[in-house]
Nanobody, 115 residues
């Protein structure tokens, strides 16, 4: 069964940090580009960060550059998103995506940044 399961979200104060994880199963994880998206209430889903299948190349949305870091462990079939210096505008549901010829999605994890 193909699955992507996100975890690590929560409520955090502005300036705080979280580490989001996405555990993959049911497909050859190391063959897929992995991405994190987010969707805030009333807004479209947006790409936050991506990492190539081998992990050598990453890319980020301008709004998160210097604050977020994507990484992956192909031995553990897991992709991570370290989110630092969080702002209220980072509040959203964060989704994990696996991309090759098809797109696979997780169920999302809520990140709320509020004092």
């Amino acid at each position: 069964q193909v699955q992507l399961v996100e975890s690590g979200g929560g409520l955090v104060q502005p300036g705080g940090s979280l580490r989001l994880s996405c555990a993959a199963s049911g497909f050859t994880f190391s063959n897929y580009v992995m991405r994190w998206y987010r969707q805030a209430p009333g807004k479209e889903r947006e790409l936050v960060a991506g990492i190539t299948s081998g992990g050598s190349t990453t890319n980020y949305a301008d709004s998160v550059k210097g604050r977020f870091t994507i990484s992956r462990d192909n031995a553990k079939n897991t992709v991570y998103l370290q989110v630092n210096s969080l702002r209220p505008e980072d509040t959203a549901v964060y989704y994990c995506n696996a991309h090759r010829w098809i797109d696979l999605w997780g169920q999302g994890t809520q990140v709320t940044v509020s004092s």
